[in-house]
């Protein structure tokens, strides 16, 4: 999915940010935001989470939720 996800931060930025979190290295932000399945994309807007996906999505579908989520 890292293809997908690079190609829709490419984009969407500088409108959206987006962010990696590698789980393995990270496992303390990892139970903090409750993310149990990779991949999971998660939209924070003020520092509170506004909507969540987990599973493969490709370019089109991530814009396409993410634009229906903004």
Same mark, same amino acid.
């Given at each position: 999915? *890292?293809? %997908? %996800?690079?190609?829709?931060?490419?984009?969407?930025?500088?409108?959206?940010? %987006? *962010?990696?979190?590698?789980?393995?290295?990270?496992?303390?932000?990892?139970?903090?935001?409750?993310?149990?399945?990779?991949?999971?994309?998660?939209? %924070?807007?003020?520092?509170?989470?506004?909507?969540?996906?987990?599973?493969?999505?490709?370019?089109?579908?991530?814009?396409?939720?993410?634009?229906?989520?903004?």
């Amino acid at each position: 999915m *890292a293809p %997908f %996800f690079e190609s829709a931060a490419r984009q969407l930025e500088p409108r959206l940010r %987006f *962010a990696k979190l590698n789980t393995e290295e990270s496992p303390g932000p990892a139970a903090r935001f409750n993310i149990r399945s990779i991949p999971t994309m998660i939209v %924070f807007r003020g520092g509170n989470e506004k909507a969540r996906h987990s599973g493969a999505m490709d370019t089109r579908a991530i814009t396409h939720w993410l634009q229906s989520v903004i």
